[in-house]
């Protein structure tokens, strides 16, 4: 059983930035990939970055390429989200996942889940 819980939940002028964490705790999660999904409202859930178990390969959506960067730190069982420019459409609850297979994690089937935490993005 392995629990994620994301934190950096707030409100952020258009433009502005914010650092979203998602921390596991029962089991450390070095051999998975971790994602990071978005769900705005109306809208459906969808994929925003993702990060190799190592670190070494980091995947994208088109909409936040350039503005958002994924990271890991394996020793304390934590991804990361920086979003950068943020703008008022990105206003959603954010979600982090994991899986041990990156295209599972990618296309939303990631076996763990947060809770999610809201992002408010004001104009």
């Known amino acids: 059983q392995v629990q994620l819980v994301e934190s950096g939940a707030g409100l952020v002028q258009a433009g502005g930035s914010l650092r979203l964490s998602c921390t596991a705790s029962g089991r450390t999660f070095s051999s998975y990939t971790l994602g990071w999904f978005r769900q705005a409202p109306g809208r459906e859930r969808e994929f925003a970055a993702a990060?190799?178990?190592?670190?070494?390969?980091?995947y994208y959506a088109d909409s936040v390429k350039g503005r958002f960067t994924i990271s890991r730190d394996n020793a304390k069982n934590t991804v990361y989200l920086q979003m950068n420019s943020l703008k008022p459409e990105e206003t959603a609850v954010y979600y982090c996942s994991m899986d041990h297979s990156t295209q599972a994690t990618m296309q939303g089937r990631g076996t763990s889940w947060g809770k999610g935490t809201l992002v408010t993005v004001s104009s």
């Open positions: 990060i190799s178990w190592n670190g070494g390969s980091t």
